[in-house]
């Protein structure tokens, strides 16, 4: 029998296997909802409700709700915002040192809820719309400047190309799946390079034609990435072109529009 649940802790790694050495996938963030698909004495099988992703977990991190709270869009609007400190304070006192992009169930007048917890929030939160896109996702995503890579990362302290992506447009206002083959499905294609903008999203292939990388479009000429860590660097119809290492690193196969 499928239930919903909501990830209680700050982060919680996603998992390829039901095992501690499994490879991490993805991430959960406070606040994130999940629907539990099949579950053992330590693991979950679980998929997401933000980007239909379904990975193994422990479900020690997670907090039931019920139905009509999990399909409620309503009551997880307020997201944290792209900041240092975004700290929650439980009833008991203890804080939890949330990522941006966190989701705050039900805030409202300072304090948001999961399940039968209250936490005051310490910092303002943000009501992502994508209005302000154009004006606010070049801000977004250089706050990740420096941001170490992670295979299968969405925080600040490790994070992969397309959970940047992901995360930065999640903040903005904008619904993005988790894998940049995924991705790169969705939006308007851009037919050339020089017709690329702030906020667009440039694929990368490999030898075999399969997508296995993303970046976000700064102009027709910089993109702002994650590789090795979140990294601007020059591209043009070859590829992204690392200076550091003096050669282009990923081949690029197409450009996508979603604002």
């Not at 029998?1 to 390829?16: D, G, I, N, Q, S």
């Not at 994130?32 to 980007?51: A, G, I, M, N, S």
């Not at 903005?172 to 851009?190: H, K, M, P």
Request: glycine content about 6%; overall charge negative.
């Amino acid at each position: 029998m499928e239930t919903y649940h909501v990830c209680r802790v700050a982060v919680a790694p996603l998992r390829k296997e039901p095992s501690d050495r499994s490879e991490i996938v993805s991430q959960l963030l406070f606040g994130d909802r999940v629907k539990v698909l099949e579950k053992t004495e330590k693991w979950c099988l679980v998929l997401t409700h933000h980007d239909q992703y379904q990975a193994w977990m422990d479900h020690k991190q997670l907090e039931k709700i019920s139905e009509l709270q999990f399909v409620d869009d309503n009551g997880f609007k307020y997201v944290t915002s792209a900041q240092l400190n975004n700290t929650l304070i439980a009833s008991n006192g203890t804080a939890y040192y949330l990522s941006p992009g966190s989701t705050l169930p039900y805030f409202e007048d300072g304090f948001c809820y999961l399940g039968e917890q209250q936490f005051e929030v310490k910092s303002t939160p943000i009501l992502p719309h994508r209005v302000k896109f154009k004006t606010e996702v070049e801000k977004t995503a250089k706050f990740y400047e420096n941001a170490p890579y992670l295979w299968g990362g969405r925080t600040l302290f490790g994070i992969d190309c397309s959970g940047f992506v992901q995360i930065v447009y999640k903040l903005n206002g904008v619904e993005l799946r988790r894998d940049a083959s995924q991705q790169a499905e969705q939006g308007q294609l851009v037919d050339f390079l020089a017709s690329a903008t702030l906020g667009d999203l440039a694929f990368f292939d490999n030898e075999e034609g399969k997508i296995t990388h993303v970046g976000l479009m700064l102009s027709n000429d910089k993109i702002i990435h994650a590789a090795g860590k979140v990294r601007i660097d020059p591209i043009d119809d070859q590829g992204i072109y690392n200076a550091e290492l003096g050669r282009y690193t990923h081949k690029l196969r197409i450009i996508k529009r979603f604002v």
